[in-house]
C-alpha cells in the first residue's frame, strides 16, 4: 500500500540555521508528492509539490526534490526564520488516474529560537 | 484563489447533542470534498470522502451513522457529529479537491475545534 514516513520531531533549531525534514515514500508508479505546513491552531496550507521524478517544488525559500531512486522528498530550507515555526507534512496523492486522497506522513513540528 | 473555509472555527456541545460543521469551497466549485480529523500532535486522518450529489464514501473504522456527511452543493459539505461524546472532542478539518495538470490538489479549511463536555 501508499505511506509516508517522516523523521521524527520535534526538531528544535536556531535562526538563520539549515533545516532538512526527511521524507520517504512507498507507493507504486509516479504519485504526486506534497509538503503541507500546519500553523497552531490552523488548517493545513499547501507549501510546495512536485508531480514527477527530478522535479524540485519551492515556494517561501523551502525546497523539496522528488527523487525516484530513493523514494525520497526531503524538505530544505537554508536559513529559517522563527516564523517558519510549525508542524510540517508530507504527503502523496497515488499515481492512479483520477486519484485525489492524500495519504500524510505523522507531522514533524519545528521550532525556531530566536 | 481556491479558499475553503469552515463554520465555525470551534463549539462547545453537551453530550448527547448534534453539532454541524460547516466546509464552503469560496471561489471554486468542487466535486469532492474530504473530512478528516487531527487528535492533538498527530497526523490527520481521513474520515471520509464527500461527492456532490451522492452518498459519502467512508474510511474503515469510522461510523457512518455518527459522522453524517451531507455534499448538496458543489460549494458546501456538511459533517454532522450525531449524539456527541467527550471523545469525539476534536479538530475537524475539511479540504477540496481541484484539479492541478495531471493530478489533484487539496485545499484546506482552517479547522473547526469541537469539545463535547
Known amino acids: 500500500g501508499n505511506s509516508v514516513t517522516q523523521m521524527e520531531g520535534p526538531v528544535t533549531l536556531s535562526e538563520e540555521a539549515f533545516l532538512t525534514i526527511n521524507c520517504t515514500y512507498t507507493?507504486?508508479?509516479?504519485?504526486?508528492l506534497f509538503w503541507y505546513v500546519q500553523y497552531p491552531g490552523e488548517g493545513l496550507q499547501l507549501l510546495l509539490k512536485?508531480?514527477?521524478?527530478?522535479d524540485k517544488g519551492s515556494n517561501k525559500g523551502f525546497e523539496a526534490t522528488y527523487r525516484k531512486e530513493t523514494t525520497s522528498f526531503h524538505l530544505e530550507k537554508g536559513s529559517v526564520q522563527v516564523s517558519d515555526s510549525a508542524v510540517y507534512f508530507c504527503a502523496l496523492s497515488p499515481a492512479r488516474a483520477g486519484a485525489q486522497k492524500l495519504v500524510f506522513g505523522q507531522g514533524t513540528r519545528l521550532t525556531i529560537n530566536p | 484563489g481556491a479558499v475553503v473555509s469552515q463554520h465555525p472555527s470551534w463549539v462547545i456541545c453537551k453530550s448527547g447533542t448534534s453539532v454541524k460543521i460547516e466546509c464552503r469551497s469560496l471561489d471554486f466549485q468542487a466535486t469532492t470534498m474530504f473530512w478528516y480529523r487531527q487528535f492533538p500532535k498527530q497526523s490527520l486522518m481521513l474520515m471520509a470522502t464527500s461527492n456532490e450529489g451522492s452518498k459519502a464514501t467512508y474510511e474503515q473504522g469510522v461510523e457512518k451513522d455518527k459522522f453524517l456527511i451531507n455534499h448538496a452543493s458543489l460549494t458546501l459539505s456538511t459533517l454532522t457529529v450525531t449524539s456527541a461524546h467527550p471523545e469525539d472532542s476534536s479538530f475537524y478539518i475539511c479540504s477540496a479537491s481541484l484539479p492541478s495538470g495531471s493530478a489533484y490538489e487539496q485545499y484546506f479549511g482552517p479547522g473547526t475545534r469541537l469539545t463535547v463536555t
Open positions: 512536485a508531480t514527477k521524478a527530478d
Open positions: 507507493a507504486t508508479g509516479y504519485p504526486s
